[in-house]
């Protein structure tokens, strides 16, 4: 598919214990497909939170985010899934892979129980030669170093070829080398296979290495390297 992302309006708050916290305020925001784009901004600005919403993960309280045209804050859940499935690859810091499979189930693990045109162990084997892991195919997690275990992460979210690349921190537990390395196996999907890539990060080096960067701030956007005005409520 591959089209843009619109937010408009859009807002989140927790609710606990009686107490409600808002966490996103009036977001109004255009991300182009196929860019690189970054968020930077302290720990508790909301980054997280936004990429699970644009990642329907979680709803907004209020607001509609648009990929293309199609409304996500309108599906149901199966419609969700689907739509999560075909355009978007997740990469988080913390790796999630599943400690007793191999790389290369792991790979494959989006692809259970999913029927595709293509063959899934070809795929998921190919992925892994492209991330530097052909010698890795049948190690377990444990037996990988974090930089490892976040380009099988990477493999991973690529398995069905996403329109969307959605990375929260990925070189946030990884030492600067492997930081580089991850973050340039990134740059190429963008540049390479056009995916676009929204990126969050606390590395203002490697943010702004990106076609655009946005600061957010205690849940605003505080500034837009392309210049679109921040709103304040
Ligand atoms: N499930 C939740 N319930 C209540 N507050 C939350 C929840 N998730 C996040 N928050 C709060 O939202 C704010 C933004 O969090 P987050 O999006 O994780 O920020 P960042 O990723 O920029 O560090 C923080 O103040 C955090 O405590
Ligand atoms: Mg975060």
Same mark, same amino acid.
């Given at each position: 598919?591959?089209?843009?992302?619109? &937010?408009?309006?859009?807002?989140?708050?927790?609710?606990?214990?009686?107490? !409600?916290?808002?966490? &996103?305020?009036?977001?109004?925001?255009?991300?182009?497909?196929? +860019?690189?784009?970054?968020?930077?901004?302290?720990?508790?600005?909301?980054?997280?939170?936004?990429?699970? &919403?644009?990642?329907?993960?979680?709803?907004?309280?209020?607001?509609?985010?648009?990929?293309?045209?199609?409304?996500?804050? +309108?599906?149901?859940?199966?419609? /969700?899934?689907?739509?999560?499935?075909?355009?978007?690859?997740?990469?988080?810091?913390?790796?999630?892979?599943?400690?007793? $499979?191999?790389?290369?189930?792991? #790979?494959?693990?989006?692809?259970?129980?999913?029927? #595709?045109?293509?063959?899934?162990?070809? =795929?998921? !084997?190919?992925?892994?030669?492209?991330?530097? /892991?052909?010698?890795? &195919?049948?190690?377990?997690?444990?037996? $990988?170093?974090?930089?490892?275990?976040? =380009? #099988?992460?990477?493999? =991973?979210?690529?398995?069905?070829?996403?329109?969307? !690349?959605?990375?929260?921190?990925?070189?946030?537990?990884?030492?600067?080398?492997?930081? +580089? !390395?991850?973050?340039? /196996?990134?740059?190429?999907?963008?540049?390479?296979?056009?995916?676009?890539? /929204?990126?969050?990060?606390?590395?203002?080096? $490697?943010?702004?290495?990106?076609?655009? #960067?946005?600061?957010?701030?205690?849940?605003y956007?505080? =500034?837009?390297?392309?210049?679109?005005?921040p709103c304040f409520a």
């Amino acid at each position: 598919m591959n089209q843009s992302i619109q &937010l408009k309006n859009v807002q989140k708050q927790f609710t606990g214990d009686g107490i !409600i916290t808002p966490v &996103l305020h009036h977001l109004n925001l255009t991300i182009e497909k196929k +860019k690189f784009t970054s968020i930077v901004g302290p720990s508790g600005s909301g980054k997280s939170t936004l990429l699970s &919403l644009i990642g329907t993960l979680d709803q907004p309280t209020a607001g509609e985010i648009l990929y293309g045209d199609q409304d996500i804050t +309108k599906m149901n859940a199966k419609q /969700l899934a689907n739509f999560r499935f075909e355009e978007i690859g997740f990469i988080f810091q913390q790796f999630y892979l599943l400690p007793t $499979l191999t790389a290369l189930e792991n #790979v494959m693990a989006p692809l259970f129980s999913r029927s #595709v045109s293509f063959a899934k162990k070809e =795929r998921a !084997i190919q992925l892994l030669e492209q991330v530097g /892991l052909a010698n890795k &195919l049948h190690a377990l997690p444990s037996q $990988l170093s974090g930089g490892q275990q976040q =380009r #099988v992460a990477i493999a =991973r979210a690529l398995v069905n070829e996403p329109s969307w !690349i959605l990375a929260d921190e990925p070189t946030g537990n990884l030492d600067t080398e492997n930081g +580089k !390395i991850v973050f340039e /196996l990134i740059q190429q999907l963008n540049k390479v296979k056009g995916c676009s890539v /929204l990126f969050v990060t606390h590395d203002l080096s $490697l943010a702004a290495e990106a076609d655009r #960067v946005i600061e957010m701030k205690d849940g605003y956007i505080i =500034r837009d390297s392309q210049g679109e005005v921040p709103c304040f409520a």
